[in-house]
Antibody
Framework: EVQLVESGGGLVQPGASLKLSCVAS????????MSWVRQTPGKTMEWIGD????????NYAPSLKNRFTISRDNAKSTLYLQMSNVRSEDTATYYC??????????WGQGVMVTVSS | QITLTQQAESLWISPGERVSITCRAS???????????LSWYQQRPGQTTKALIY???VRTDGVPTRFIGSGSGTEFTLSIEHVQPEDFAIYYC?????????FGAGTKLELK
């Protein structure tokens, strides 16, 4: 059974940094592109970016690429999202998803990030 | 970037009815391989987001046949025949033709 489990969220102050993790199981992690998607409290979905199966290529939403970095450790079947200089508008639930091209076929339960002083 | 418009924020229906959810793109989602890069997702409270349809009309594994994706170019539809109680959820369309990938605003199916 494919499982994606995010962690690392919580309450963070504006301007701080935060690193989210997503541990994958039930499939060969190193075979798949992976993506991060976030959903605002108002339910708006936003694609953050994706990473190639070997970690050699990443692609980001232009509005986020200067502050967010996606990486992966295939030996640990883990996907990461490094967030820096966070703002109130980064308050959202962050989802790890499998895939990147035609389809995001599996999603995690999500991890909440709240940016507030 | 490509904008996806889901006009209906909510649709009220009764179980057993047929419903159609539309998604309009600001430009064609047809790629040179002949496929449309439009997919549909279902989000239910307490459940992980579920992929239903990709390439506009291909059901993902295990998705019931009552879910039907159709459309081409810039106009796409997700139809659900004989709506079941478990189908009351939020539905999103997503384009992955061009980066940044973009979602529609979502359409919530509500019980009439």
């Amino acid at each position: 059974e494919v499982q994606l489990v995010e962690s690392g969220g919580g309450l963070v102050q504006p301007g701080a940094s935060l690193k989210l993790s997503c541990v994958a199981s039930g499939f060969t992690f190193s075979d798949y592109w992976m993506s991060w998607v976030r959903q605002t409290p108002g339910k708006t979905m936003e694609w953050i970016g994706d990473i190639k199966y070997d970690g050699s290529y990443t692609n980001y939403a232009p509005s986020l690429k200067n502050r967010f970095t996606i990486s992966r450790d295939n030996a640990k079947s883990t996907l990461y999202l490094q967030m820096s200089n966070v703002r109130s508008e980064d308050t959202a639930t962050y989802y790890c998803t499998r895939g990147g091209g035609s389809l995001f076929d599996y999603w995690g339960q999500g991890v909440m990030v709240t940016v507030s002083s | 970037q490509i904008t996806l418009t889901q006009q209906a924020e909510s649709l009220w229906i009764s179980p057993g009815e047929r419903v159609s959810i539309t998604c309009r793109a600001s430009q064609s989602l047809l790629y040179t391989d002949g496929k449309h890069y439009l997919s549909w997702y279902q989000q239910r409270p307490g459940q992980t987001t579920k992929a239903l349809i990709y390439h506009a009309s291909v059901r993902t594994d295990g998705v019931p046949t009552r879910f039907i994706g159709s459309g081409s170019g810039t106009e796409f539809t997700l139809s659900i025949e004989h709506v079941q109680p478990e189908d009351f959820a939020i539905y999103y369309c997503l384009q992955t033709l061009k980066s940044p990938y973009t979602f529609g605003a979502g359409t919530k199916l509500e019980l009439k």
